[in-house]
């Protein structure tokens, strides 16, 4: 089936009820069933589903959708990765495109060798697993005590040893029938420059699997635990199932921690993480190593807008915290930072201190924009200037640039308003660099607003009278790029599909518009006229106006005039009649 046949096909074949009831302690209220909701921390049972709907909402927390939104959320999956493990439960097959057998034939080999990694990982994580019970893991088992890490979490996280042979995991691969260029290529083993010996990539390393959030192993870590003259960590490198700037460590560990909390402790290595879980800590994920990338942030922000940055109090600390804090408050996300003390870090903190100096740190923690201007007092007057500008010109909520200029406005003692115009200016030259913005046309901002607001209301109601909005010219009257972009996504995907390729913000329009709680639909006609009405007093005024500013420059043509003229009669005697 084509992705809005397999859409309306899985609704009509898996029951949300049934669904949700994996993850919830349902119970029957009258019409609803209901529980406590799981994408925020409570007790009450606000979450409530409407079976004859199909639909879930959170009296709590707003979170509303339908059995797509409620396994792709609760899962941490995209709308695509949703759609084929629903499909596959429902048993319906996709249809991937036009039959062109040269791709269809290259699109099965991938998936193929997917299919073949993944068994990869199983078996090596349980190679690695069992390596750790064996009487030559005996060191690594003493680093983990020394750790102070319980056989709770080395279980919960699937800890490993890998033994210091150089074919151990080669051996076991070999026997499991695997080919070794498709090994190499899942980083699991290395090929030496002839081409004839194969060896194991890891070895004499403390393990950490690398988990996907549909709870699949999709590369690995390793640590040595003794004082070896190579590398103290390394990494999978990126394969077709992995891209470490895409995960997070431990978030598929952490997710139900993260959304029954509403906050997310984000820290740079695989051990802070196992810490934070052992002292009961159990929404903290690790960044994998990297800089916090806007692939992370993405992924992290499925399960919660709050994160608490867990950093090093060194120059270098500070300064990926700083880095952190602007690539977080600009995307909508707030944030508190907690920079560990001189000589401390998270595990010599809790297990030295205890988790009460670290309860003191995190009361104690400033907000991010606050540590940002703390940092920034450190700067020239002429730097601290520029970085504001910046970080105002890349705030991609437009509601937050307010607020955010005039607290970084006050707290480092600028002028607010020229904070704001270099913001514009840096904006506006981005804007050009990617293709000029189109121009607003007559009528106040507030009005045009509310009519772009009217016409998507009325698109997000009635999607499938769609034709009846580009009929009248609806879609011409949009101005605004948030307006703009969400027509476009209703004509790309359809009605049925559309609200799976939402952001965050356009998932609350449509929630508010048609989720469980809205008003119900009819027919649609009277709004639809309603809004046709408004839409040609809106083009006859903007025409009335079109037609005064061409006399103006046309001034001394007299044939231009009357032509001018004539329509501009038209016109006034259009805009008298619906007015």
């Known amino acids: 089936m084509q992705s809005k046949d397999a859409i309306r096909a899985v609704k009509e074949r898996l029951n949300i009820v049934d669904i949700a009831r994996r993850y919830l302690d349902l119970k029957r209220n009258g019409p609803r069933w209901v529980a406590p909701c799981p994408f925020h921390q409570e007790t009450k049972p606000s979450f409530s589903i409407n079976e004859d709907l199909g639909l879930f909402y959170c009296f709590g927390c707003h979170a509303s959708g339908d059995i797509f939104d409620f396994y792709g959320r609760i899962n941490g999956l995209d709308f695509r990765e949703t759609l084929e493990q629903l499909a596959a439960e429902a048993g319906i097959s996709l249809d991937r495109g036009p039959a062109d057998p040269e791709r269809r034939e290259r699109e099965q080999r991938e998936r193929s060798g997917?299919?073949?990694?993944?068994?990869?990982?199983?078996?090596?994580?349980?190679?690695?697993?069992?390596?750790?019970?064996s009487p030559e893991a005996e060191e690594c088992r003493a680093y983990i005590q020394k750790r102070g890490l319980s056989p709770e979490i080395v279980q919960r996280f699937g800890l490993g040893w890998a033994?210091?042979?150089?074919?151990?995991?080669?051996?076991?691969?070999?026997?499991?029938?695997?080919?070794?260029?498709?090994?190499?290529?899942?980083?699991?083993?290395?090929?030496s420059e002839r081409g004839r010996r194969a060896y194991d990539r890891f070895r004499g390393r403390l393990m950490f699997p690398i988990k996907s959030l549909s709870n699949q192993i999709i590369a690995f870590g390793g640590r040595i635990i003794a004082d070896e003259e190579e590398a103290k960590y390394i990494n999978s490198s990126d394969t077709p199932l992995y891209k470490k700037g895409d995960h997070l460590y431990g978030l598929a560990q952490s997710r139900r921690g993260i959304t029954t909390k509403g906050r997310a402790l984000l820290t740079e290595g695989y051990m802070d993480v196992l810490t934070l879980h052992q002292y009961g800590y159990d929404n903290a994920v690790g960044v994998l190593g990297t800089a916090l990338t806007p692939e992370q942030i993405k992924r992290l922000s499925g399960f919660t807008s709050q994160a608490t940055l867990l950093f090093d109090g060194d120059r270098a600390g500070r300064k990926a915290a700083l880095r952190s804090c602007e690539m977080l408050l600009t995307r909508g996300l707030s944030c508190?930072?907690?920079?560990?003390?001189?000589?401390?870090?998270?595990?010599?903190?809790l297990r030295g201190q205890g988790p009460e100096a670290f309860e003191t740190l995190l009361a104690q923690a400033p907000d991010g924009l606050r540590f940002c201007v703390d940092v920034l007092r450190a700067l020239a007057p002429r730097e601290t200037v520029e970085w504001a500008r910046n970080f105002l010109s890349q705030v991609d909520v437009p509601e937050l640039v307010s607020p955010y200029?005039?607290?970084?406005?006050?707290?480092?003692?600028?002028?607010?308003?020229?904070?704001?115009?270099?913001?514009?200016?840096?904006?506006?030259?981005?804007?050009?660099?990617?293709?000029?913005?189109?121009?607003?046309?007559?009528g106040g901002r507030a009005r045009q607003n509310m009519r772009d607001r009217q016409i998507m209301?009325?698109?997000?109601?009635?999607?499938?009278?769609?034709?009846?909005?580009?009929?009248?010219?609806?879609?011409?009257?949009l101005q605004s790029a948030i307006a703009r972009r969400l027509w476009d996504k209703l004509e790309e995907w359809g009605p049925e599909a559309a609200a799976y390729h939402l952001d965050?913000?356009?998932?609350?329009?449509?929630?508010?518009?048609?989720?469980?709680?809205?008003a119900p639909r009819d027919d649609g006609n009277k709004e639809l006229e309603a809004l046709r009405d408004d839409l040609d007093a809106y083009y006859a005024s903007a025409q009335k106006l079109s037609l005064a500013a061409a006399l103006r420059q046309n001034a001394g043509d007299p044939d231009a005039d009357v032509e001018y003229l004539r329509a501009l009669q038209e016109t006034l005697e259009k805009v008298h009649e619906q007015h």
């Not at 999607?463 to 011409?476: F, H, I, S, T």
Request: aromatic content about 6%.
């Open 114 to 133: 997917r299919r073949q990694m993944l068994q990869m990982y199983e078996l090596a994580a349980a190679h690695f697993a069992a390596a750790l019970e």
């Open 163 to 191: 033994r210091r042979e150089w074919q151990s995991l080669t051996t076991a691969l070999r026997r499991g029938g695997f080919d070794e260029r498709m090994a190499a290529e899942a980083g699991l083993i290395g090929i």
């Open 336 to 349: 508190n930072v907690v920079l560990m003390p001189d000589g401390e870090d998270i595990d010599s903190l």
């Open 405 to 442: 200029a005039s607290r970084l406005a006050t707290q480092l003692q600028l002028s607010e308003s020229e904070l704001r115009q270099g913001a514009a200016q840096r904006r506006a030259a981005g804007a050009a660099r990617g293709g000029a913005p189109a121009q607003r046309p007559a």
């Open 457 to 477: 209301m009325y698109a997000v109601r009635y999607p499938e009278r769609l034709d009846d909005l580009r009929d009248m010219g609806a879609d011409l009257a």
């Open 504 to 518: 965050e913000r356009e998932k609350n329009f449509w929630s508010f518009c048609r989720g469980a709680e809205a």
